[in-house]
């Protein structure tokens, strides 16, 4: 009979590899993992209960807050707060990060970045929605409370990362920097269990994702690349929730785009908590991120917790592709 490996079994085993490895990141990525198991259960029976709907108020971004959204922050941040190893937690919730208070005992040397549920527009029509997390090793004493400048940190520092897809089944995938694992909810055991060790994104697929709706709202560079997509005969898939379409280019390559537009100039999606984290995952299965300028994701500036950014990413010489095709369109225009 195959062993099943559970979450916590895996990031134990990983944490061994590392004679310097206090446990910390370790007992850190076992409270994300208790906090995705209490998001799904109310996820999987959201149309059974109310707390479906929009909860009226609006988030830091301005997005109509989902009543599941202000549920999986509070989760996240409880489960993070009790474990001791996290010290602040910056959330697309939060107009401001949450200092949590330090647990006896415990000197917490990270801070967590997270969207707690990507995508809830696509809750109330049952549609796939995911957690994106990213975890920093503080860079203030430990003595005292989290500063901003732990959070302002560029991907490239990012100590970990992953997403939690709440679909037809959920799954937790996550980088320590050394390759990408996946775990399935065996809800039979109430446990992760390694289901897609080692995930690699194929160098390139059939797919192109981006809200075609906003096609005239796009540079005219980017719609050209856009009909060379078609024109490719490229199918296009937009779930609009991130989480679910990167987790597609994951499995079956392709490449997702969301540049700026006249109502977000610097694009929509936000640079610390979903465009980083995410970056860093599809870099570690050998994808590439860039943004619209063709810079590398994970080496932007973070100025601030909500900052915007452009993206382009997935397999590698899909994105490889588009780069060129933007620096040829570029030259010929100048
Ligand atoms: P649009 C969800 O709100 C999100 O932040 C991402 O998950 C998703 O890719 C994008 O916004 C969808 O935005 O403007 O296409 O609806």
Do not use: W
């Not at 979450?7 to 310097?20: A, C, H, P």
């Not at 830091?60 to 474990?83: H, M, P, R, T, Y």
């Not at 980083?276 to 994970?298: C, D, H, V, W, Y």
Request: hydrophobic share 40%.
């Amino acid at each position: 009979m195959n062993r099943i490996i559970t979450l916590d079994e895996f990031i134990i085993r990983g944490q061994k590899q590392y004679t310097d490895s206090t446990g910390h990141l370790t007992r850190l990525l076992r409270d994300i993992g208790i906090a995705a198991k209490i998001v799904n259960r109310e996820v999987n029976k959201a149309g059974l209960v109310n707390i479906l709907g929009v909860a009226g108020s609006d988030n830091a971004s301005g997005d109509d807050v989902q009543k599941l959204d202000i549920f999986a922050n509070e989760v996240f941040i409880d489960c993070l707060k009790n474990g001791g190893e996290c010290c602040g937690v910056a959330s697309e919730e939060l107009e401001e990060f949450v200092v949590l208070d330090p647990v006896k005992n415990k000197d917490a040397q990270y801070v967590v970045v997270m969207d707690p549920l990507d995508g809830s527009s696509n809750i109330d029509v049952n549609v796939s929605v995911g957690t994106i997390f990213g975890i920093y090793k503080r860079k203030s004493d430990c003595s005292g409370p989290c500063e901003m400048a732990d959070f302002l940190q560029t991907g490239a520092e990012l100590v970990a990362a992953g997403y939690v897809l709440y679909g037809t089944s959920t799954i937790l995938v996550y980088s320590t920097g050394n390759g990408v694992n996946g775990f399935t909810l065996d809800p039979s055991i109430g446990e992760f269990c390694l289901s897609h060790p080692d995930m690699k994104i194929p160098d390139a697929g059939n797919y192109y994702s981006v809200n075609q709706g906003y096609y005239l709202k796009f540079d005219l560079e980017m719609r050209r690349y856009i009909d060379q997509c078609s024109d490719s005969n490229l199918r296009l898939r937009y779930i609009g929730s991130m989480v679910s379409d990167l987790h597609r280019i994951m499995f079956q390559g392709g490449i997702f785009l969301y540049p700026n537009t006249r109502k977000y100039v610097n694009g929509k999606l936000r640079l610390l908590y979903e465009c980083n984290p995410m970056s860093f995952i599809i870099e570690q299965a050998g994808g590439l991120a860039i943004n619209t300028k063709l810079q590398r994701i994970l080496e932007l500036p973070v100025a601030s917790l909500h900052q915007r950014s452009t993206i382009v990413i997935g397999s590698p010489d899909m994105v490889k592709d588009m780069k060129a095709f933007i620096e040829r369109y570029s030259a010929v225009e100048i």
